[in-house]
């Protein structure tokens, strides 16, 4: 998935404004901007489960992320 508000030289930078208005920033979390390679028919299947659930896509992103980490941390504990 391509982010066209970033480029590849500019360094990450906070969230975007809809994403802090949206509730995604508090004091204690700072939202950054990232960029990433995903493959083509996981974007379609990202785009069409946001449409249907009308939650966004980094929401989802996100969501997978927090997964992840929490995954490896428990391999790590055993």
């Known amino acids: 998935m391509h982010d066209s508000s970033t480029s590849p ?4 930078s906070s969230s975007a ?3 802090a208005a949206a509730g995604l920033e508090s004091p ?3 939202v950054v901007s990232t960029h990433v390679l995903v493959a083509e028919e ?3 299947k990202l785009r069409e489960l946001s ?3 009308r939650v966004a896509q980094s ?8 997964d992840l980490l ?6 790590g504990e055993a």
């Open 51 to 53: 449409r249907r659930t």
């Open 70 to 75: 929490e995954k490896y941390d428990r391999q």
């Open 9 to 12: 030289s500019i360094p990450e």
């Open 17 to 19: 404004p809809a994403e």
């Open 42 to 44: 996981q974007v379609h």
């Open 28 to 30: 204690a979390e700072v």
């Open 59 to 66: 929401e989802y992103l996100r969501e997978a992320v927090d």
